[in-house]
């Protein structure tokens, strides 16, 4: 009885699933939200696969692994700049300051931007004589506090 009972619950799972899926397959615009955050900011860690959740590098290893900073001995500054085709660029800011003791912040910013691109439509291919452009940034804090000299901590608020 038991295995009776199984096999009906998982066969009208599955029935339903049917149904549900392809209405989910025909939505295609705006399935990605916020994917410029996945962009990588530093060329060394970029260069590395951006395996560098343990390297202590710049003030851009905010971006990374929040809990680095508190490795700092100074404060630390770093900028990039990302060209993209199509004129796309990527700008990236990040700062690091000992606060007190073993106590640590940072502030980042990176903005996704691009120059002014003229409006197609299918009727007007060469243009309409608009133009429109596009930014997505955000702005970060980071705090971060070293507990002995092998393990620190940090955490990261973003606001996009």
Do not use: C
Not at 105 to 119: D, K, N, R, V, Y
């Amino acid at each position: 009885m038991r295995k009776t009972l199984i096999s009906i619950l998982f066969t009208l799972t599955v029935v339903q699933g049917q149904n549900f899926f392809p209405i989910l397959g025909g939505q295609r615009v705006g399935t990605s939200v916020f994917t410029f955050l996945k962009i990588g900011v530093s060329a060394r860690a970029v260069g590395m696969g951006e395996a560098v959740v343990a390297l202590q590098q710049d003030a851009a290893s905010i971006y990374y692994n929040p809990g680095t900073i508190a490795q700092f001995n100074q404060t630390e500054f770093s900028a990039s700049r990302i060209q993209w085709p199509a004129e796309i660029k990527y700008d990236y800011f990040s700062l690091t300051h000992r606060i007190r003791g073993r106590h640590y912040a940072g502030f980042s910013f990176g903005i996704l931007h691009m120059s002014p691109m003229m409006e197609t439509t299918e009727y007007l291919p060469h243009g309409t004589g608009n133009y429109f452009v596009f930014q997505d940034r955000f702005v970060a804090l980071t705090y971060g506090a070293r507990m002995t000299d092998r393990f620190s901590f940090g955490i990261t608020l973003k606001q996009v």
